[in-house]
Structure formats: structure tokens, C-alpha cells
Nanobody, 120 residues
Framework: QVQLVESGGGLVQPGGSLRLSCAAS????????MGWYRQAPGKERELVAT???????NYAESVKGRFTISRDNAKNTVYLQMNSLKPEDTAVYYC??????????????WGQGTQVTVSS
């Protein structure tokens, strides 16, 4: 059993910052890519940023230069530093991890989601 637990969401004013965290736990042999996705009301879930086990990153155009994804492999944790937040960043943010579990199989796991609201 593997769990992803997110934290760090909340309400922030435009131009503000938030830092999201997502910790993976359970029968983990290794973690490949980790990432953040978001889903706004009435819209499909979209990729925000991903990071490989070696630290290569990929960002959605809409967040480049404002968001930074990082990970701590020793803690099985991925972070998303969000700066210069805009109202259009308002969404539920989901953590994703591609995990090799004991037994040799790879699965995609999702966190429960954390609400980020950008509003004055």
C-alpha cells in the first residue's frame, strides 16, 4: 500500500506565494517521476510541473518563471513553490508519483488534492 499526502494549500492574495508538499509512504522500492497537476471548476485536470528522479523538470507554459518544482529523494517528497500567484491559478492541486513497489510493478499514485485559492 502506498499513500501520497499533500499539504500547504490555502487562500492567498494575488501576487502572494504558497508552498505545496507531497510525501509518499508505504511499500516503495523507488520513485520515478513526480509531479503536480491541477483542476479548476468546470475544467479538465492539467499538468503543472513534473520532475524526474534525476531532477529534470518540465513546466506548463502558464506557470514558467513563477512556480518551481523540487524533490527530496531521501524523504520521498516533492514540493511546489508557487510565487506571483494569479486568480487563474485557483484550483485543486494533485500530487502524482510513478512508483516501483516491492514485487516489481510500477503504478501511478495520486494524492487526495489540496485547494489553492487566489483571491483578494
Amino acid at each position: 500500500q502506498v499513500q501520497l499526502v499533500e499539504s500547504g494549500g490555502g487562500l492567498v492574495q494575488p501576487g502572494g506565494s504558497l508552498r505545496l508538499s507531497c510525501a509518499a509512504s508505504g511499500r516503495i522500492f523507488s520513485i520515478n517521476a513526480m509531479g503536480w497537476y491541477r483542476q479548476a471548476p468546470g475544467k479538465e485536470r492539467e499538468l503543472v510541473a513534473t520532475i524526474t528522479s534525476l531532477g529534470s523538470t518540465n513546466y506548463a507554459e502558464s506557470v514558467k518563471g513563477r512556480f518551481t518544482i523540487s524533490r527530496d529523494n531521501a524523504k520521498n517528497t516533492v514540493y511546489l513553490q508557487m510565487n506571483s500567484l494569479k486568480p487563474e491559478d485557483t484550483a485543486v492541486y494533485y500530487c502524482n508519483a510513478r512508483i516501483l513497489v516491492f514485487g516489481g510493478r510500477i503504478f501511478d499514485y495520486w494524492g487526495q488534492g489540496t485547494q489553492v485559492t487566489v483571491s483578494s
